[in-house]
């Protein structure tokens, strides 16, 4: 868990790390071997963005945390999350889970599948042991749903040379946003905030998802992995065109990306980095960036909206931090 963000909030770095806690202990598989690889991932399961929103947002309403209800409802949410990592990576094919070696790779494809429905289970049981009633329940389950939509319009639009902006935006919506909505609106919803810092909540976290996605597309475009050696724009070669590439589709390298993606995933490296050269001389990325720069703008307007307390300072610095 990489908690350094969260180094000028201590109190919500002692939460996250009983959050960590919380979810090792439904991993209550027999197996040690698959054990240990589940909670190594929850060990490099990063900053806890999600389960730090969650946290964040029972600060807007007035119901106080009761044995740690607020961290559990936070845990079932890291689960979730890490259940659909465990699914991509086996679609993805992929070794390694931020610097951990992936179930897929331990594993192999089928008990790699297997284990993500475990961690998907035990996301259940937690949400039907923690949250109060069916409306609540209800509300998890409509997130999930949208969740799988969303990756059900990305697949759909696999190296398709005409996906749109709407198309991106409506897949980023359910497969990133809908979480970071969840977090945030389950928080202040088992905190008994009011409707209106309720359905705050629930939109800052949906923006925050999109901006969150745009941040990592363009990083994938900024960085120099290529120079260290390293696999660039695997997105690419798993025909999945994000906001930077359709934008340079619309732009006179049309016809020369449109030759270079019709190799689909034949692509050499050479292909990928003149892929790369030519969204960053297109202007896509200056566009991409003026497209998370409105996000973080109505994020910032609406964080303005919310009670004044020193959470609302937090997530003013968080998006600052994370987007300027």
């Known amino acids: 868990m990489d908690l350094r963000l969260w180094k000028q909030r201590p109190e919500l770095e002692k939460r996250l790390k009983a959050i960590e806690q919380i979810m090792k202990q439904q991993v209550q598989i027999d197996d040690d071997d698959f054990k240990k690889s589940i909670n190594d991932l929850i060990n490099g ?47 993805d094919k992929s070794d390694l889970r931020r610097g951990v070696k992936s179930l897929n790779y331990n594993f192999g494809e089928r008990t790699s599948i297997y284990l993500g429905d475990y961690l998907f289970v035990k996301y259940f049981n937690l949400v ?27 697949n759909e639009t696999k190296f398709d040379l005409n996906r749109s902006e709407q198309q991106y935006l409506a897949a980023v919506q359910g497969k990133t946003a809908e979480l970071f909505k969840i977090a945030a609106g389950n928080g202040a919803i088992i905190a008994e905030a009011d409707e209106q810092t309720i359905k705050f909540s629930e939109q800052i976290g949906s923006e925050f998802g999109i901006a969150f996605q ?50 689909k995933d034949q692509l050499k490296r050479a292909d990928l980095i003149r892929v790369k050269a030519i969204v960053k001389e297109s202007g896509s990325l200056d566009k991409t960036h003026a497209k998370m720069d409105a996000y973080n703008q109505s994020i910032e307007n609406m964080i303005e909206q919310l009670p004044n307390n020193n959470a609302r300072k937090v997530l003013a610095k968080l998006v600052t931090k994370l987007f300027n």
Not at 52 to 79: H, Q, R
Not at 129 to 146: F, M, R
Request: no cysteine; net charge negative.
């Open 45 to 91: 399961s990063g900053k806890m963005l999600r389960a730090a929103f969650l946290m964040l947002f029972t600060e807007f309403g007035t119901k106080k945390d009761e044995d740690n209800y607020f961290e559990k409802v936070a845990a079932s949410v890291e689960l979730i999350h890490l259940a659909s990592l465990v699914h991509d990576d086996v679609i």
């Open 128 to 154: 039907l042991d923690t949250l109060p009633g069916k409306a609540e329940i209800k509300y998890n389950i409509t997130g999930i749903e949208g969740i799988v939509n969303g990756e059900l319009r990305q």
């Open 214 to 263: 745009l941040r990592d597309d363009l990083i994938d475009f900024e960085d120099n992995k290529e120079d260290a050696g390293k696999p660039i724009l695997n997105d690419i070669l798993d025909g999945i065109y994000t906001l930077p590439v359709i934008y340079a589709m619309q732009t006179n390298y049309k016809d020369e990306l449109t030759s270079i993606l019709n190799k």
